[in-house]
């Protein structure tokens, strides 16, 4: 059976007219598809003679390729200390891909970021400002660069001992991070424990002036487990693409969407 359902799915509905054999009943598999995202099966008993609840909850995860652009906040909606990191911003080159956003801070910066870098800031910043990472997003000051998977900023001096007395971390594996140009590795690097989307902090220091930095990012962790047609991580150029990290925010809490980081997607 193929039921088609116009404009946004809504939270609840029900499908009738179902064939079923008596007794244990029948076991039907469910999909579902929407243009631009990956479609999503489950499989479903149905008895007869009742009104069958649903296995799960159908999860609509975008195709990050289909995305075009995003409709984020304007900056000035922005949070006053989300704000106060982009107009501090001194931002570095460490790598030619850095160099559109030399000289750039605030609305400025923003607007130079485009979707992708934009999507990233978002999402941790929303990531770094719940209570599932402490919010140690006010220990977090100037932004120094700013990628699709992650950003380098100048922190507070006090954000490695939160970290590390906070429940909600554990140290992290720090290897594949690298400093930037003219800082060193310090401390160690620390992960929030959420079975997905895990923000990990890791630490570096200015080896002139001593001041602390951290490269900021949010990891997939151990992927997709269920219910999707492809079960495999998106990546752009290598990276974690940000618009599959803010799927896995919205899928921690799909009822109150406590994590949304404040962006739609433009096909």
Same mark, same amino acid.
């Given at each position: 059976?193929?039921?088609?359902?116009? %404009?946004?799915?809504?939270?609840?509905?029900?499908?009738? @007219?179902?064939?079923?054999?008596? %007794?244990?009943?029948?076991? /039907?598999?469910?999909?579902?598809?929407?243009?631009?995202?990956?479609? /999503?099966?489950?499989?479903?008993?149905i008895q007869e003679d009742l009104a069958n609840p649903a296995s799960d909850d159908i999860e609509f995860w975008v195709k990050p390729a289909k995305v075009k652009d995003i409709s984020a906040p304007d900056f000035g909606v922005l949070p006053e200390h989300v704000r106060d990191i +982009?107009? &501090?911003?001194?931002?570095?080159?460490?790598?030619?891909?850095?160099?559109?956003?030399?000289?750039?801070?605030? $609305?400025?910066? /923003?607007?130079? +970021?485009?979707?992708?870098?934009?999507?990233?800031?978002?999402?941790?910043?929303?990531?770094?400002?719940?209570? &599932?990472?402490?919010?140690?997003? !006010?220990?977090?000051?100037? $932004? $120094?660069?700013?990628?699709?998977?992650?950003?380098?900023?100048?922190?507070?001096? #006090?954000?490695?001992? =939160?970290?590390?007395?906070?429940?909600?971390?554990?140290?992290?594996?720090?290897?594949?991070?690298? !400093?930037? *140009? @003219?800082?060193?590795?310090? =401390?160690?690097?620390?992960? &929030?424990?959420?079975?997905?989307?895990?923000? *990990?902090?890791?630490?570096?220091?200015? &080896?002139?002036? %001593?001041?602390?930095?951290?490269?900021?990012?949010?990891?997939?962790?151990? @992927?997709?487990?269920? %219910?999707?047609?492809?079960?495999?991580? #998106?990546?752009?150029?290598?990276?974690?693409?940000? /618009? =599959?990290?803010?799927?896995?925010?919205?899928?921690?809490? +799909?009822?109150?969407?406590?994590?949304?980081?404040?962006?739609?997607? =433009?096909?």
């Open positions: 059976m193929r039921v088609s359902i116009d %404009g946004l799915l809504s939270s609840n509905f029900r499908i009738t @007219g179902l064939p079923c054999r008596g %007794g244990p009943g029948t076991m /039907y598999r469910v999909q579902a598809s929407s243009s631009h995202y990956r479609d /999503y099966s489950f499989f479903q008993p +982009l107009d &501090t911003a001194q931002m570095r080159r460490h790598a030619a891909e850095d160099d559109d956003l030399l000289g750039k801070s605030g $609305l400025s910066l /923003y607007d130079r +970021l485009g979707p992708l870098r934009k999507a990233c800031l978002l999402n941790i910043i929303r990531k770094a400002g719940d209570e &599932t990472s402490d919010n140690c997003l !006010p220990l977090i000051d100037s $932004l $120094l660069v700013c990628r699709q998977d992650r950003f380098f900023a100048f922190v507070n001096d #006090a954000l490695p001992a =939160l970290l590390q007395n906070s429940p909600k971390f554990k140290s992290a594996e720090s290897t594949l991070h690298k !400093p930037l *140009q @003219g800082f060193e590795m310090v =401390l160690q690097s620390f992960k &929030t424990r959420d079975a997905h989307a895990n923000l *990990q902090v890791t630490f570096m220091q200015h &080896t002139e002036t %001593g001041r602390l930095a951290a490269d900021i990012d949010i990891d997939e962790s151990s @992927g997709i487990e269920h %219910g999707f047609e492809v079960i495999r991580n #998106a990546v752009t150029g290598g990276r974690t693409n940000p /618009y =599959l990290i803010r799927e896995f925010m919205l899928s921690a809490d +799909l009822r109150d969407r406590s994590l949304d980081p404040g962006y739609e997607f =433009l096909f």
